[in-house]
């Protein structure tokens, strides 16, 4: 470790390094400093003094001080100047790279190769200086080269660099290759084998990786990097074999046991294999490793919620703290106060509060007089039970928190005596805040002044604040949800999408305001922004509703909002942004409601604090970097944004100039079992930096201050937190959207326009759903006199009433279904029936086996849109319910085992069926696409609304049926009369015909007869 004494040979080394920089003038001497002309001028120049000399440079590198590196090296060549070593470019290289300087570093490699051009090193440096900036095409093309120039066998570095390269553009087979001939030319450097053996895994043939790395590893032994023992366990992982997992990882801690990355793996192991006890024991480790490495500043640590590798997810954590007496007894250590905080956080961040509330009362009967865990205990349970009202908080606990007087008090609002010191503390802070009410509760659109209270964490403070009206994000969402089911919201039960249809209407209001023609005309500048007015009406209507129920509430406290950053991402998607807040909160003061934003903080707050909104607009972030640029002219041409397996679109279309655009959809979407690269290499661009996307800084001031009390003796001085007030932001929401979106749009369609006119472009292909960049590059093909033709989103068809007949010629869709609903839209427009772009003909599942167990396997779907409900969430997850414990009394009588393929971590994942359920007992998880899962005797199943992943199943011989117990609106075209729908009984008596002779076939049969007229292959392209 770097704190650890250098060795004898080490100091002897740096002795004499030192002791050659000095009589070289590099460095002063011992003693005092002599005049300048005492200095040597020359000196005899032979190899082994510039070696010295070099190890004099090379020590800062050791200890990352790459400025003081460079200093050195550049004193050396100053002083050798031809006769010094390749090592000193070398030097200068790898410290200006390590700054972030990569210009500089790469005009240094271009002087070194001139100065050593026989050095292999100096241009192996060159041409992997582009992976830094991920260039990868360019730094192909320098690998290539150095190969060219040195020869096949020169070096093992171009080989390792162009597999690197390859498989980031996503070249899988060139990849394997380099590592091949590499491997060949270099069998006996570890570097090489250990690429070589990587390639494996990238191909995903996990008996082969465990082969070449076990290879590696007798071969090489001590030379190889920890990296190695994990790859291998990764691959007995990935072939389902966790015990020969656990023995490398074990084989490789006892190597490398203070690489925390191998040891936080073996936690993960130890957790996919339900091994309680070594888990928390390793989990410890960590903890204790981290509080070591910052001198004991570390605070609560929170582990990972699921596995990132392993087979393990939130579910784990909840069996865990069921077993956790028994664990007790196992461990071989008394679990620590951080320890028990650390896994009451991690149990709070895998949304589990009643899980973190039972550690923390573990916690505090182990460590009564800890006052840290007193103090999350009670945070715990306000966070889980401040809804139900101010709890006598000692008692409901079953903790004895007599030692802790302040919190119970603080807790229940006080004593309610007269005299009590902290209930006059509390009543003197509630009269500051209440100062900050809004003066009138008139509708008002225009946005005035963020109110942010500044906390410190584990203070007093804190809890007096989540003893009152405080929202959580996860209590927001429960909020929204109980009003919804409360009031029966029209979202979940009319016939048409209202959320899209009032996002139209707010698009066209903000079009006819800000339309700027020609290049913004009115209805494309609409159409151009539904996407993202849509995604923040999922946000908005919901906090609104939500504002409207706290109002009416006849309670004058204050409402605290929970805010997670004083940093908010504007137009950030419904799945990721936390603008929602901001929303809930102008809507609260917009009705005469006190409320707050609240901030935490360790040590002291920041002194100039301010509230910022950044750009988080995924979706006009172009993807697939343009490798080789086309100048040239090209009547037809592609925007994929949005386009559902574009490869398969592109290859239909023949001679097409592919933009980059933003929203690229990968080859299989949701599935979490590989790593995916884009699917197209654009040729041309038409984006404008990402940087004519503003930021708004709004500076806040400090407005008053709330006083708290020390929790303990010890704590020294009391706390305090900091009303914070911005300047009133004004206009309102269409304002700032236009505010944020106007300059990017605008550059958007000019580019557009003036790539239309400089390629002469006739044609371009879009999506059927209106993606920003394809709606404006489509409306500046239109205005230029040439045809739109849109492509399928979804084998369902997409923004069918969004769009307008002016604005595209033809359309293309999966499936006859999908062509009917354009038709019926557009009688006048060409519509074409093109199933091959999403699906094959459709073939016989290879794992169809009677003699094996039928495979049920359900798709998970996409419930809610963020807070707002697409169906009724509780019907639905009573179907789920019914479902599965129907298909359990199946497994009783006949062969079958049960699966389910969460959709992503937004949809329906895996842990949220753990917690609907009760049990993952009853089922396993399937993360592949169903275009490549590979299960015995498959079926597909649904559940309330319909899948894409039917259609994808029958195309390769798996049959599908749908689990419907109440009416919904569904969004795909899948008939009825052909995929078997209906309530949990009916459907279960479905499954169970599947299991008997004949059975599947004879349902397979049957829906590959809708396959061959729904799905058949129309016109020609």
Same mark, same amino acid.
């Given at each position: 470790m770097a704190?650890e004494?250098p060795s004898?040979?080490v100091?002897?080394l740096?002795r004499?390094?030192g002791?050659?920089?000095?009589?070289?003038?590099?460095l002063?001497?011992?003693g005092?400093?002599?005049?300048?002309s005492q200095?040597?001028r020359?000196?005899?120049l032979d190899?082994?003094?510039v070696?010295?000399?070099?190890?004099?440079?090379?020590?800062?590198?050791?200890?990352?001080n790459w400025?003081e +590196?460079?200093r050195?090296w550049?004193?050396?060549?100053?002083?050798?100047?031809p006769s010094?070593?390749?090592?000193?470019?070398?030097?200068l290289i790898?410290?200006?790279?390590e700054?972030?300087?990569l210009?500089t570093?790469?005009?240094?490699?271009?002087?070194?190769?001139?100065?050593?051009?026989?050095?292999?090193?100096?241009a192996?440096?060159?041409?992997?200086l582009?992976?830094?900036d991920?260039e990868w095409?360019?730094?192909?093309e320098?690998?290539?080269?150095?190969?060219?120039?040195?020869?096949?066998t020169?070096?093992?570095k171009p080989?390792?660099?162009l597999?690197?390269?390859y498989?980031?553009?996503?070249?899988?087979p060139?990849?394997?290759e380099?590592?091949?001939?590499?491997?060949?030319?270099? %069998?006996d450097?570890v570097e090489?084998?250990?690429?070589?053996a990587?390639m494996?895994m990238?191909?995903e043939?996990?008996?082969?990786?465990?082969?070449?790395?076990q290879?590696?590893?007798?071969?090489?032994?001590?030379q190889?990097?920890?990296?190695?023992?994990?790859r291998?366990?990764?691959?007995h992982?990935?072939?389902?074999?966790?015990e020969?997992?656990?023995k490398?990882?074990?084989?490789g801690?006892?190597r490398?046991?203070?690489?925390?990355?191998?040891?936080g793996?073996?936690?993960?192991?130890?957790?996919a294999?339900?091994?309680?006890?070594?888990?928390? !024991?390793i989990?410890?480790?960590i903890l204790?490793?981290?509080i070591?490495?910052s001198?004991?500043?570390?605070?609560k640590t929170?582990?990972?919620?699921?596995?990132s590798?392993?087979?393990?997810?939130e579910?784990?954590w909840e069996?865990?703290?069921?077993d956790w007496?028994s664990?007790e007894? #196992?461990l071989?250590?008394q679990?620590s106060?951080?320890?028990y905080?650390?896994l009451g956080a991690?149990?709070?961040?895998a949304?589990?509060?009643?899980a973190?509330l039972e550690?923390?009362?573990?916690?505090?009967?182990?460590?009564?007089?800890?006052? !840290?865990i +007193?103090?999350d205990?009670?945070?715990?349970?306000?966070?889980?039970?401040?809804?139900?009202?101010?709890?006598?908080?000692a008692s409901e606990?079953?903790v004895?928190?007599?030692g802790h007087?302040?919190m119970s008090?603080?807790?229940v609002g006080?004593?309610g005596l007269?005299?009590?010191?902290i209930?006059?503390l509390?009543?003197?802070?509630?009269?500051?805040l209440?100062?900050?009410?809004p003066?009138?509760?008139?509708l008002s659109?225009?946005l005035?002044?963020?109110?942010i209270?500044?906390?410190p &964490?584990?203070?007093?403070i804190?809890?007096q604040?989540?003893?009152?009206r &405080?929202?959580?994000?996860?209590?927001i969402?429960?909020?929204?949800?109980?009003? =919804?089911?409360r009031?029966a919201?029209d979202?979940?039960t009319?016939?048409e999408n209202?959320?899209l249809?009032?996002?139209?209407?707010?698009?066209?209001?903000?079009?006819?305001? $800000?339309?700027?023609?020609?290049l913004l005309e009115a209805?494309?500048?609409?159409?151009?922004?539904?996407?993202?007015v849509?995604?923040?009406?999922c946000l @908005?209507?919901?906090?609104?509703?939500?504002?409207e129920?706290?109002?009416?509430?006849?309670? !004058?406290s204050?409402?605290?909002?929970?805010?997670?950053t004083d940093?908010?991402r504007?137009?950030?998607?419904?799945s990721?942004s936390d603008f929602?807040v901001?929303?809930?909160?102008?809507?609260?003061?917009r009705?005469?409601?006190?409320?707050?934003l609240?901030?935490y903080?360790?040590?002291?707050?920041p002194?100039?604090?301010?509230?910022?909104?950044?750009?988080?607009?995924?979706s006009l972030?172009?993807?697939?970097?343009?490798?080789?640029?086309?100048?040239?002219?090209?009547?037809?041409v592609?925007?994929?944004?949005?386009i559902?397996?574009?490869?398969?679109?592109?290859g239909a279309?023949?001679q097409?100039?592919?933009? !980059? =655009?933003g929203?690229?959809v990968?080859?299989?979407a949701?599935d979490?079992s590989?790593?995916?690269? $884009?699917?197209i290499e654009?040729?041309?661009?038409f984006?404008?930096?990402l940087?004519?996307? %503003?930021?708004f800084?709004?500076?806040?001031w400090?407005a008053?201050?709330?006083?708290?009390?020390?929790l303990?003796?010890?704590?020294?001085l009391? %706390?305090?937190?900091?009303?914070e007030?911005?300047a009133?932001?004004g206009g309102?929401?269409?304002?700032w959207l236009d505010?944020a979106l106007?300059? @990017?749009?605008?550059?958007? =369609?000019?580019?557009a326009f003036?790539?239309?006119?400089?390629?002469?472009?006739?044609?371009?292909?879009v999506c059927?759903?209106? $993606?920003t960049?394809?709606?404006?590059?489509a409306n500046?093909?239109?205005a230029?006199?040439?045809r739109v033709?849109l492509?399928?989103h979804?084998?369902?068809?997409?923004?069918?009433?969004?769009r307008?007949?002016?604005?595209f010629?033809?359309?293309?869709a999966v499936?006859?279904a999908?062509?009917?609903?354009?038709?019926k839209?557009?009688?006048e427009?060409?519509?074409t029936?093109?199933?091959?772009?999403m699906?094959?003909?459709?073939?016989?599942?290879?794992r169809?086996?009677?003699?094996?167990?039928?495979?049920?396997?359900?798709?998970?779907g996409?419930?809610?849109?963020?807070h707002m409900?697409?169906?009724?969430?509780?019907?639905h997850?009573?179907? @789920?319910?019914?479902?599965?414990?129907g298909?359990?009394?199946?497994?009783?009588k006949?062969s079958?085992?049960v699966?389910f393929?969460?959709?992503?971590h937004?949809?329906?994942?895996?842990?949220?069926l753990?917690?609907?359920i009760?049990?993952s007992d009853?089922? #396993?998880?399937?993360?592949?696409?169903?275009l490549?899962?590979?299960?015995?005797?498959?079926?597909?199943?649904?559940?309330?609304?319909?899948s894409?992943?039917?259609l994808?199943g029958?195309?390769?011989?798996?049959?599908?049926?749908v689990?419907?117990?109440?009416?919904?609106?569904?969004y795909?075209?899948?008939?009825?009369?052909t995929?078997?729908?209906g309530?949990?009984?009916?459907?279960?008596d479905t499954i169970?015909a599947?299991?008997?002779?004949?059975?599947?076939?004879a349902?397979l049969e049957?829906?590959?007869?809708y396959y061959?007229?729904e799905?058949?292959?129309g016109?020609?392209?």
């Amino acid at each position: 470790m770097a704190s650890e004494r250098p060795s004898p040979a080490v100091r002897r080394l740096r002795r004499l390094a030192g002791r050659s920089a000095r009589k070289l003038g590099l460095l002063p001497p011992a003693g005092p400093k002599p005049p300048a002309s005492q200095l040597p001028r020359k000196q005899k120049l032979d190899r082994e003094w510039v070696n010295l000399t070099a190890s004099w440079a090379r020590m800062p590198m050791a200890d990352g001080n790459w400025a003081e +590196a460079i200093r050195r090296w550049e004193q050396l060549l100053d002083r050798f100047g031809p006769s010094s070593s390749w090592s000193a470019y070398r030097g200068l290289i790898v410290s200006y790279t390590e700054l972030g300087r990569l210009g500089t570093a790469g005009a240094i490699a271009a002087r070194g190769r001139e100065m050593f051009p026989e050095s292999v090193e100096l241009a192996s440096l060159w041409a992997g200086l582009p992976m830094f900036d991920e260039e990868w095409a360019a730094s192909v093309e320098r690998w290539v080269e150095v190969l060219e120039q040195y020869g096949p066998t020169a070096s093992w570095k171009p080989y390792r660099g162009l597999a690197n390269c390859y498989e980031q553009i996503g070249d899988i087979p060139a990849s394997v290759e380099a590592a091949e001939l590499g491997y060949q030319h270099f %069998p006996d450097i570890v570097e090489m084998a250990t690429t070589w053996a990587q390639m494996s895994m990238i191909e995903e043939d996990w008996p082969e990786a465990v082969n070449r790395f076990q290879h590696v590893l007798d071969r090489f032994g001590s030379q190889v990097q920890w990296k190695a023992h994990l790859r291998l366990a990764l691959a007995h992982g990935r072939q389902g074999d966790l015990e020969a997992a656990g023995k490398t990882l074990a084989i490789g801690l006892e190597r490398y046991s203070y690489e925390l990355t191998l040891v936080g793996h073996a936690a993960e192991l130890a957790m996919a294999r339900r091994d309680w006890p070594e888990a928390v !024991s390793i989990w410890n480790d960590i903890l204790e490793a981290r509080i070591r490495l910052s001198n004991g500043q570390v605070n609560k640590t929170v582990f990972p919620r699921r596995g990132s590798e392993w087979p393990w997810y939130e579910e784990a954590w909840e069996a865990l703290i069921s077993d956790w007496p028994s664990i007790e007894q #196992e461990l071989s250590f008394q679990p620590s106060p951080m320890l028990y905080r650390s896994l009451g956080a991690s149990f709070e961040s895998a949304d589990l509060p009643e899980a973190a509330l039972e550690i923390l009362r573990h916690g505090a009967k182990a460590h009564p007089d800890d006052h !840290s865990i +007193a103090f999350d205990l009670a945070a715990a349970y306000l966070d889980l039970r401040h809804d139900e009202g101010k709890p006598a908080i000692a008692s409901e606990l079953g903790v004895d928190l007599e030692g802790h007087p302040l919190m119970s008090r603080i807790c229940v609002g006080g004593s309610g005596l007269a005299n009590d010191p902290i209930s006059a503390l509390c009543a003197r802070n509630e009269e500051t805040l209440d100062g900050f009410r809004p003066a009138r509760s008139e509708l008002s659109t225009e946005l005035g002044s963020v109110h942010i209270l500044r906390v410190p &964490y584990d203070s007093s403070i804190e809890l007096q604040i989540k003893a009152g009206r &405080y929202l959580t994000p996860k209590g927001i969402e429960k909020r929204v949800r109980q009003i =919804s089911e409360r009031d029966a919201w029209d979202e979940m039960t009319a016939p048409e999408n209202l959320v899209l249809k009032r996002a139209r209407e707010v698009s066209a209001e903000y079009a006819r305001r $800000f339309a700027d023609r020609p290049l913004l005309e009115a209805d494309a500048l609409g159409e151009a922004v539904l996407f993202f007015v849509f995604h923040e009406l999922c946000l @908005y209507e919901p906090m609104k509703r939500l504002a409207e129920d706290i109002a009416a509430q006849d309670d !004058s406290s204050p409402v605290f909002i929970e805010g997670p950053t004083d940093t908010y991402r504007y137009i950030d998607g419904y799945s990721f942004s936390d603008f929602d807040v901001l929303y809930l909160y102008f809507e609260l003061r917009r009705r005469g409601v006190n409320a707050f934003l609240c901030r935490y903080h360790h040590g002291d707050p920041p002194s100039k604090p301010k509230l910022r909104f950044v750009p988080g607009v995924r979706s006009l972030l172009p993807r697939g970097e343009v490798q080789r640029t086309s100048d040239s002219t090209n009547p037809r041409v592609l925007v994929p944004a949005g386009i559902r397996s574009v490869r398969r679109v592109v290859g239909a279309l023949g001679q097409t100039l592919v933009y !980059s =655009s933003g929203s690229v959809v990968k080859e299989f979407a949701y599935d979490r079992s590989l790593r995916q690269q $884009f699917p197209i290499e654009p040729q041309a661009s038409f984006h404008p930096s990402l940087t004519q996307l %503003p930021e708004f800084r709004f500076d806040l001031w400090p407005a008053a201050v709330l006083h708290g009390v020390p929790l303990h003796p010890a704590d020294g001085l009391e %706390p305090t937190a900091r009303i914070e007030v911005s300047a009133e932001l004004g206009g309102d929401w269409l304002t700032w959207l236009d505010r944020a979106l106007h300059d @990017y749009l605008s550059g958007l =369609s000019a580019r557009a326009f003036a790539q239309v006119a400089a390629r002469e472009i006739e044609e371009v292909h879009v999506c059927d759903h209106l $993606f920003t960049d394809a709606v404006l590059f489509a409306n500046a093909v239109k205005a230029n006199g040439g045809r739109v033709v849109l492509w399928p989103h979804s084998a369902n068809p997409v923004h069918v009433n969004e769009r307008r007949a002016e604005s595209f010629d033809e359309v293309h869709a999966v499936t006859q279904a999908g062509c009917e609903q354009w038709r019926k839209r557009f009688p006048e427009m060409k519509v074409t029936h093109s199933p091959s772009v999403m699906l094959d003909p459709p073939t016989r599942n290879t794992r169809v086996d009677e003699s094996l167990p039928l495979s049920v396997v359900i798709i998970g779907g996409r419930s809610v849109l963020r807070h707002m409900p697409i169906l009724d969430r509780d019907l639905h997850e009573k179907s @789920y319910r019914d479902l599965f414990a129907g298909l359990e009394k199946l497994k009783k009588k006949h062969s079958l085992n049960v699966f389910f393929k969460p959709r992503g971590h937004t949809g329906e994942h895996e842990m949220w069926l753990a917690q609907l359920i009760g049990s993952s007992d009853q089922w #396993e998880r399937v993360l592949e696409h169903p275009l490549r899962m590979d299960l015995p005797n498959m079926l597909f199943v649904s559940v309330s609304m319909g899948s894409s992943a039917l259609l994808e199943g029958l195309s390769r011989g798996i049959p599908g049926l749908v689990v419907r117990d109440f009416p919904v609106r569904d969004y795909t075209t899948l008939d009825a009369d052909t995929f078997p729908t209906g309530r949990v009984g009916e459907m279960l008596d479905t499954i169970a015909a599947c299991c008997r002779p004949g059975g599947y076939e004879a349902l397979l049969e049957h829906e590959l007869k809708y396959y061959a007229t729904e799905l058949e292959v129309g016109e020609a392209l």
